[in-house]
């Protein structure tokens, strides 16, 4: 009997719905994943921007698939999404599934801190203190940026910055 992919797998998951131990116990983990990932693509393909960082997340902390990751933080920056901004535009910066475009990559992070991303606004303020990222040293703009991040939402950018502040002076 020639069976397909899916045929299997059907089986497999009304089985594993019925059997006790640790395999069955991981398939259903695996199969409850699987279905998350199938409502998070559909929720991405509506537009809608907390699916596709999610999906990012899971690329490319869980997976370690930056390329994928990169793609859906990329379309949530393309609707102006301020975490979509910043994860697009670091992956620029670093060459993290994608070619290494530092220009492009700043002009993302500028976008996302100057919608208040505080982590964003951070690395430019650090960026511009030490001359990284294609930028030169310029503590004006390292001041700026630095001053949004230490009063951004984030506590641990907030403490970040704020220290970066006080080596200024």
Same mark, same amino acid.
Do not use: M, Y
């Given at each position: 009997? /020639? +069976?397909t992919h899916a045929q299997v797998r059907n089986a497999i998951e009304k089985l594993a719905a019925h059997i006790d131990g640790d395999k069955? *116990? +991981?398939w259903r983990r695996r199969l409850e994943e699987s279905e998350k990932l199938v409502h998070l693509r559909r929720l991405a393909e509506t537009g809608d921007p907390e699916a596709m960082?999610?999906? =990012?997340f899971h690329y490319y902390f869980l997976k370690h698939q930056p390329e994928?990751? @990169?793609h859906y933080a990329k379309i949530a920056a393309d609707? $102006?999404?301020a975490r979509g901004l910043q994860k697009? $535009? @670091?992956?620029? /910066? =670093? $060459? *993290? $599934?994608?070619c290494k475009n530092q220009a492009n990559g700043v002009a993302l992070l500028a976008a996302a801190a100057g919608a208040g991303h505080g982590y964003a606004a951070y690395e430019l303020g650090r960026s511009f203190l030490s001359g990284w990222l294609g930028l030169s040293r310029d503590a004006s703009q390292a001041r700026l940026w630095l001053d949004r991040a230490a009063n951004s939402e984030g506590p641990c950018v907030r403490e970040w910055a704020s220290d970066l502040l006080g080596t200024m002076q």
């Open positions: 009997i /020639c +069976r069955a *116990k +991981r960082l999610s999906l =990012h994928e990751a @990169f609707l $102006g999404n697009a $535009g @670091f992956a620029l /910066c =670093h $060459g *993290k $599934g994608v």
